[in-house]
């Protein structure tokens, strides 16, 4: 090989020319590959390997068995940019071998595409186009003869069996309904030397670094044009050959180039660095294909990195539905395995835990459901021929979803596009259809159209398809545009190939124009995205060194700046990996030269800034439709219309006469000296190449001088691009066991690494979260952050459980796990144990009344889910027992009970399974434990309409009074989700159990009685209650009397609660056992500050105005976090340091309380004398001083007293000076009301001197205080406003 050929590799239009097909020196030899494939399903199936006998398959007629292929020939012999790797292309071309026919068979030429995904994640393309050739070989037509004879003698027994072809081609003879198929279908898969002609596949490719899909189609399909033509060609195909590797280069970025092949030349084009990338393969055919719904909903899939399977019969097809999807991305790109075409022997790479795109090719016949997936949870099944998609559930919609089906649906009709999708119409019938179309759009006669046009109308009139594309076209207003027609009499008058270039127009205009419409969507949606880039590293080096540990976007902030409802997608999408890949090369961008498709999305957004088009409605979900559809495809008629450049055109070379002799039908045997180097460097294009080489060879030596090894350098780009490799694509050079074992290998560190880092991130986004509640700092998570990563969690458990099935049940394969589990331990379960005790232990208290026990087990948590009527399939109930068994703080302890039972995990997994492997699966559950450190309530608060059994104990302090009451007590609960109503407590009784709908966080407990009997006055300490599924105990503290004539006379009070932290003695409970980070604001017994021992610790001044300012805080903090996110108000206000104790210690300092021989005076006492007065003075109307403000404040004032002490509820005096707080707050009167007491007269008699409330100025900065929360819409819960009426 020639230092030219190699050295102007990157700039030419093709790197390699390779021919595939039988080797007639080895003769036929039967498929390896297909053989490995035989033995991994036999493996899969628990069969004997021995039963899948490679070569000896006389099941199949010899005509329907693959055999081995071989490249025949490649050239040039390497390139140094792209070394030729031989299986890899034997395999791609001919996925499933040679193939053979007869004269009576079909011998149509295929065309279909491929490509090699290599580490670094740069592709390479292949275009091949396979036909058929006489077999000349005697011993291959005896072979044949022989093999046939075996297959026949094996299976004459039997009519059935004789017909020899697979199970696939019958069903599909069968459905012509032939009374002859039997006899047709044994014709064709039969073979006799004498009578029949053998032609066997061959395949011609041109491997090339860029997607020039319709170049090389045209291209190879003249080559075989010329192959098959009577007429040899003007020059020998070595020409062509030649200058298509060696003379031809690749267009300059927003360039056109004109080359020739055998008859007719070829133009193709190149976006410009400004436009959006090459993208050259149909997007018209992927659209007629999936329709327009299913297409956005397979690209939302592709988005959110779900597996993604492309199902079809036809190789093309899959590459044309995996490369236009893909293209759509702009400017992301797809970051996992990428294999558009997944040859058979590669099956077991289904088995994949990772996100992957592949394409499989469909036999004829074969049913979806005969088809077995490893794993189906997060599959998105895409069946092309059959127009179908299998979606993944609850996976959250693209935005605007609607509206962006809308307008791809009115650029479509544009060209006469049916939205939905025209799988089953063949081309002449859309031509009609278009045709028709255009007539009675713009025909300007009402219809009345000519002879031809009106048959063709006729013949279209009952079409389905055509009558809803007018009914759309009229409902979304569209003016369907005037298009070339491409049938009738135009056809004679147009030249052909000028017609065909009309057409390559038209789909290059198509393209650009969709492509444009999703580009368009993320520049809305990440117009803003640099604002919330973290530049963190001061130089390339330290960052890429840190990688990992560096945080290089601010979710929270992104997200809590997007529109309501575009927050489920992007709270998904900004954790996959395609988006973190976009943001590490914008902060690599700092320091290098941008990534090409990043450059383009930033001048976008800047052009969108310059003209102002999204800044004004920064939050708006609005839509808008793309502006530049017309300017995006004018350039590209442009370039067509217009050639930059014309290569050189092949010409006669310096060949050995007599060699590579015409023959028609046959691909003559090319001479490997003219074609294995190409010329002296004497064309325009490669002068310049080296100038450019040089230019890059003297960047590289400046970057090694600044001291960064390059090899290192790289080492670390690949790193820091997908933290840690991503497989992109199998190895297809050696498929040994050896070789299938290391790529499993691969998956388990790889799924290890991902449990690692997902586990790290909720725990730390977690913790960050839970140190806002303790005052430190800013929250970097949402409820919907945290939602979303549990989520991922999830996805990574089903993946981890698909890994090395033997053989799948159900779609979940965790879910299945635990029922056979569940069955093993039910029929153990007579003789067993009793399951695991855990949860808190009984909890003494003065009466020594206690909380039961709550038991709990594996099992226990499964039976609740299954009894969950709302979850409908077993991935939902795995996912439901994952968030039950973490907001336990369970998962890891569940875990290792599952996986405890060794000869279960061997039944279901092979042993290179993640599951069997000892110390990863120790790691794993060791980075689940590390969940247990906060506390979730990923369950609690998804499950919002479930039925969920509660526990209430209530328990009082008997040294004090009696146990029990003889009234008749009653108990009602409260949480963020809803309240239980009131319920009575039977007499001596004081635990009760209910079902209630999910009361979510319990916040208030109500507790009262009617002060009935004997012993009515009752001191209760607290109240208990428990949620029996999640085991979540909660604690209302109360160290108060119930009863007429003692403490404040209240028959009735509202408690606030805290979530207990569970602290049981046994060991698994100790690895639970946790701070409390994310607790309510807690209130322990809070005695009156009036009552029992209370006084002793009286706060100072400071302390109380401090208080003040801190409730108030709260309370403000409150209404600025998202509205999902806030959580309670309700222990804002009554909580121990909430606004209503603060605004209490405020009024009893310096209040004269105690008095001799008498009761105790409360502050309501003062607030109902103060109304009294003002109530005194108001009707002997002395207010000549008192201005009109003033008093229509005491009115209001005086109402709201009343109306709490007419209430019918039993409250006490400080129940219902909380109750005046709370309402106060409400509407916004506390600042009015403040001064009205401080001005009152009898103020002096009931406060000394000293007191807070007569100091101007304590006064004047509380009110200045209290007036910041007027701002905020306070809600307040049921329990504080029932039974007043205003």
């Given at each position: 090989m020639s230092a030219t050929g190699s050295g102007m590799a990157p700039c030419r239009f093709a790197h390699y020319f390779v021919i595939c097909g039988i080797d007639t020196e080895t003769g036929l030899e039967p498929d390896e590959l297909a053989a490995l494939y035989q033995w991994l399903e036999a493996d899969r199936h628990g069969r004997s390997q021995d039963a899948a006998n490679a070569g000896e398959n006389f099941e199949q007629s010899?005509?329907?068995?693959?055999?081995?292929?071989?490249?025949?020939?490649?050239?040039?012999?390497?390139?140094?940019?792209?070394?030729?790797?031989?299986?890899?292309?034997?395999?791609?071309?001919?996925?499933?071998?040679?193939?053979?026919?007869t004269q009576v068979d079909n011998r149509e030429p295929q065309f279909h595409s491929y490509l090699i995904t290599r580490e670094d994640g740069s592709r390479t393309y292949g275009f091949v186009l396979t036909f058929y050739e006489e077999v000349t070989s005697k011993q291959i037509c005896t072979a044949m003869q022989t093999l046939y004879q075996m297959h026949h003698a094996e299976h004459s027994g039997s009519v059935c069996a004789s017909?020899?072809?697979?199970?696939?081609?019958?069903?599909?003879?069968?459905?012509?309904?032939?009374?002859?198929?039997?006899?047709?279908?044994?014709?064709?898969?039969?073979?006799?030397?004498?009578?029949?002609?053998?032609?066997?596949s061959k395949a011609l490719c041109l491997i090339t670094p860029l997607p020039f899909m319709q170049a090389c189609r045209k291209f190879l399909t003249q080559l075989h044009r010329a192959v098959s033509s009577q007429q040899p060609p003007p020059l020998p195909l070595e020409s062509y050959i030649h200058n298509i590797l060696y003379e031809v280069p690749l267009p300059a970025p927003g360039r056109s180039l004109k080359f020739h092949g055998v008859y007719e030349p070829i133009v193709c084009q190149r976006p410009s660095p400004s436009e959006l990338p090459l993208a050259d393969y149909s997007?018209?055919?992927?659209?007629?294909?999936?329709?327009?719904?299913?297409?956005?909903?397979?690209?939302?899939?592709?988005?959110?990195?779900?597996?993604?399977?492309?199902?079809?019969?036809d190789y093309q097809r899959l590459m044309t539905v995996a490369e236009g999807i893909t293209t759509l991305l702009f400017p992301f790109q797809w970051q996992h395995v990428y294999v558009p075409i997944l040859p058979a022997s590669l099956l077991h790479f289904l088995d994949a835990p990772v996100p992957y795109l592949m394409g499989l090719q469909s036999k004829e016949g074969t049913d979806r459901s005969k088809l077995e997936l490893p794993q189906e949870a997060n599959l998105c099944f895409v069946d092309i021929d059959n127009h179908f998609i299998e979606l993944p559930e609850d996976f959250p919609q693209f935005p605007n979803k609607l509206e962006f089906i809308q307008e791809i649906s009115a650029v479509l009709l544009q060209f006469g596009i049916p939205p939905e999708g025209s799988l089953h119409c063949s081309e002449s019938a859309t031509q009609l259809k278009s045709l028709a179309l255009h007539d009675l759009v713009n025909d300007k006669k009402n219809g009345n159209l000519p002879g031809d046009a009106l048959a063709v109308f006729e013949l279209l009139q009952g079409n389905a398809t055509l009558e809803r594309l007018q009914a759309l076209a009229k409902r979304t207003g569209v003016t369907v545009g005037r298009m070339p027609a491409l049938g009738g009499s135009t056809v004679k008058e147009k030249d052909s190939r000028l017609q065909c270039e009309e057409e390559e127009l038209r789909e290059a205009t198509l393209n650009v124009q969709v492509r444009e419409v999703f580009a368009n969507r993320f520049s809305q949606m990440f117009a803003d995205y640099e604002a919330f880039v973290i530049q963190s590293a001061t130089d390339l080096e330290s960052w890429l060194t840190n990688r990992e540990q560096m945080h290089n976007f601010d979710k929270a902030s992104f997200l809590s700046d997007q529109p309501e409802p575009y927050l489920p997608f992007l709270s998904h999408f900004i954790e996959t990996q395609m988006f973190a890949t976009f943001i590490d090369n914008k902060i690599m961008s700092q320091w290098e030269d941008k990534e090409p498709l990043l450059r383009v999305f930033d001048s976008r957004i800047e052009k969108m800034r310059l003209y102002n088009v999204r800044i004004p409605n920064l939050r708006s979900s609005n839509y808008q439709k793309s502006t530049i559809l017309k300017e995006s495809a004018q350039s590209i008629e442009q370039r067509l219309m217009k050639i930059d450049h014309t290569a050189i055109h092949p010409h006669l070379l310096d060949m050995k006469i007599g060699q590579g002799k015409y023959e028609q039908g046959f691909f003559p045997k090319l001479q490997a000296d003219v074609l294995a180097a190409g010329p002296t460097n004497n064309n325009r294009w490669a002068s310049r190449t080296g100038t450019a080489q040089r230019r890059k060879d003297r960047l590289r030596q400046h970057s090694e001088h600044l001291g960064l090894d390059n090899d290192l350098r790289e080492k670390y780009m690949q790193e820091a691009r997908s933290l840690g490799k991503n497989l992109r694509q199998p190895k297809l050079s050696d498929?040994?066991?050896?070789?299938?074992?290391?790529?499993?290998?691969?998956?388990?560190?790889?799924?290890?690494?991902?449990?690692?880092?997902?586990?790290?991130?909720?725990?730390v986004e977690k913790m960050g979260h839970e140190a806002v509640e303790l005052g430190h700092g800013e929250a970097n998570i949402t409820g919907l952050e945290e939602n979303t990563l549990i989520a991922s969690l999830c996805d990574l458990m089903e993946r981890i459980w698909s890994h090395g099935l033997q053989?799948?049940?159900?779609?979940?394969?965790?879910?299945?796990?635990?029922?056979?589990?569940?069955?093993?331990?039910?029929?153990?379960?007579?003789?067993?144990?009793?399951?695991?005790?855990?949860?808190?232990?009984r909890r003494k208290s003065e009466t020594g009344l206690t909380m039961p026990f709550l038991r709990v087990s594996l099992i226990q948590d499964m039976r609740h889910i299954q009894n969950v009527s709302e979850i409908k399939t077993d991935v939902g109930r795995a996912r439901g027992w994952i968030r039950l068994s973490l907001e336990k703080k369970l998962l890891s302890q569940h875990l290792k009970q599952l996986l405890s039972n060794q000869a279960l995990t061997k039944k279901l997994y092979k042993r290179y399974a993640f599951l069997r492997c000892e110390e990863e699966k120790e790691q794993f559950l060791y980075h689940l434990l590390t969940l247990n450190t906060v506390d979730y309530f990923c369950f609690t608060s998804v499950f919002t309409t479930i039925m969920i059994p509660y526990r209430a104990v209530i328990i009082p302090i008997k040294k004090l009074s009696n146990a029990i009451t003889t009234s008749n007590p009653w108990v009602s609960v409260s949480g963020e989700l809803g309240d239980s109503g009131v319920m009575q407590i039977p007499k001596n009784v004081l635990e009760i159990t209910f079902d209630c709908q999910n009361l979510g966080k319990l916040t208030t407990a109500q507790i009262g009685h009617d002060n009935s009997g004997l012993l009515a006055k009752w001191l209760v300490d607290c109240v208990m209650?428990?949620?029996?599924?999640?085991?979540?105990?909660?604690?209302?503290?109360?160290?108060?009397?119930?009863?007429?004539?003692?403490?404040?006379?209240?028959?009735?009070?509202?408690?606030?609660?805290?979530?207990?932290?569970?602290?049981?003695?046994?060991?698994?409970s100790k690895q639970c056992r946790t701070p409390p980070l994310q607790r309510s604001p807690t209130q322990t017994r809070r005695l009156s500050i009036t009552s029992l021992a209370g006084r002793n610790n009286k706060p100072n001044a400071g302390q109380i105005q401090e208080a003040i300012g801190e409730a108030v805080n709260n309370i403000v903090k409150h209404f600025h976090k998202p509205e999902k996110e806030r959580g309670s108000l309700t222990i804002l206000l009554c909580g121990e340091n909430g606004l209503v104790s603060a605004l209490e210690q405020f009024f009893h300092h310096g209040f004269k309380s105690s008095r001799i021989f008498q009761k105790n005076v409360f502050v309501w006492d003062f607030i109902e004398k103060a109304v009294a007065y003002f109530e005194m003075t108001d009707q002997i109307g002395d207010t000549e001083e008192e201005t009109e403000s003033f008093r229509s404040m005491y009115k209001v004032f005086c109402h709201y007293v009343n109306a709490i002490n007419v209430t019918p509820r039993n409250i006490g005096k400080d129940g219902k000076f909380q109750f005046l707080v709370c309402l106060g707050a409400r509407d916004h009167l506390l600042p009015q009301w403040i001064p009205l007491l401080v001005e009152c007269p009898l103020i002096t008699r009931m406060y000394e001197e000293c007191a807070l409330l007569r100091d101007h100025l304590t006064v004047n900065p509380l009110i200045r205080v209290l007036q910041t929360i007027h701002e905020f819409n306070i809600t307040l819960e049921s329990s504080l406003v029932k039974g007043i009426t205003l």
């Open positions: 010899p005509l329907r068995r693959t055999f081995k292929s071989k490249v025949l020939a490649h050239f040039p012999e390497t390139v140094e940019w792209n070394p030729f790797d031989q299986d890899a292309v034997n395999m791609l071309c001919m996925p499933k071998g040679l193939s053979f026919r017909s020899s072809c697979s199970m696939d081609s019958l069903a599909s003879s069968m459905d012509e309904g032939d009374a002859t198929s039997l006899n047709k279908l044994h014709c064709c898969s039969s073979y006799d030397m004498s009578r029949d002609t053998l032609y066997v997007l018209k055919q992927v659209f007629e294909l999936l329709g327009v719904e299913n297409l956005v909903q397979v690209f939302t899939c592709i988005l959110l990195e779900m597996q993604i399977l492309l199902y079809s019969q498929l040994s066991p050896a070789v299938i074992a290391q790529t499993n290998w691969k998956f388990v560190e790889g799924l290890l690494k991902e449990c690692r880092m997902k586990t790290k991130r909720m725990l053989v799948k049940q159900g779609k979940s394969a965790l879910w299945s796990h635990l029922l056979q589990y569940q069955e093993r331990e039910e029929k153990l379960e007579q003789t067993a144990v009793s399951p695991v005790l855990l949860g808190p232990e209650v428990r949620n029996e599924i999640t085991g979540h105990t909660y604690k209302f503290p109360c160290g108060r009397w119930l009863g007429k004539g003692v403490d404040d006379g209240s028959l009735e009070r509202i408690l606030i609660g805290e979530l207990l932290i569970p602290c049981a003695d046994e060991d698994v």
